[in-house]
């Protein structure tokens, strides 16, 4: 298991950015972006698109909304030091605030070789916090046949658009659901690269994707 990070008090790291805030959290109160009956819509049209066989899958996600005086880049300074990854940003715009915080790597690409690597997540495990928990959460992990099918699911996917823009026969995967471990949770990872053929760019490689 690869340890990207870990939390200096294993009691606080499951959950570590949300028990931040929870004493803010508790004197606010957050809005569904989607309703419920239109979500349900949604999921119908996905479920029909699935049957239909024009997609394998579909990601509904259901933002939610906050008021607070908060500043932005003091939630951003909070997150970022309380849960560390791989790829993290704030932008602050006129009349907006943007915060990332993602641990996946969608595409690395390294020019002078034209490589292209690619890191899907997908299944997730609390971690207890401590080493003999995580590596038994891990274990369950990985031997869960439901997060195995989805995460083969989803390499097939990251294989097939790199496969768009690749050089023919380039696509490899080069790990295969390995377990990272972050300050709250355990994540199953592949990495899948490809060399980017002749004629192609970095923004048809995003474009792939």
Not at 12 to 27: C, H, I, Q, V
Not at 66 to 92: I, Q, S
Not at 97 to 104: D, P
Not at 182 to 190: A, D, N
């Amino acid at each position: 298991m690869e340890q990207v990070w870990c939390c200096d008090d294993v009691e606080k790291a499951p959950g570590t950015f949300r028990a931040a805030f929870d004493e803010e959290l508790a004197a606010t109160h957050l809005v569904a972006g989607v309703e419920d009956e239109l979500h349900s819509a949604l999921v119908k049209i996905v479920q029909e698109h699935i049957a239909a066989g024009t997609i394998y899958q579909g990601n509904l996600t259901r933002p939610l909304r906050v008021e607070t005086e908060r500043d932005g880049l003091a939630w951003a300074m909070e997150l970022f030091g309380r849960n560390p990854v791989p790829h993290h940003a704030y932008v602050r715009l006129p009349g907006v605030e943007l915060i990332s915080n993602s641990m996946e790597t969608l595409l690395h690409y390294d020019a002078s070789s034209r490589c292209m690597s690619s890191h899907p997540i997908k299944g997730t495990r609390a971690r207890p916090g401590d080493e003999v928990g995580d590596s038994r959460e891990a274990a369950v992990l990985r031997a869960d046949v439901k997060e195995r099918a989805e995460h083969t699911m989803i390499v097939d996917l990251v294989r097939n658009d790199l496969g768009r823009v690749a050089v023919p026969g380039s696509v490899e995967v080069t790990r295969m659901m390995g377990v990272e471990a972050y300050s709250g949770v355990l994540h199953g990872v592949s990495n899948i690269v490809a060399k980017l053929r002749d004629g192609c760019d970095l923004a048809d490689a995003l474009a792939a994707l």
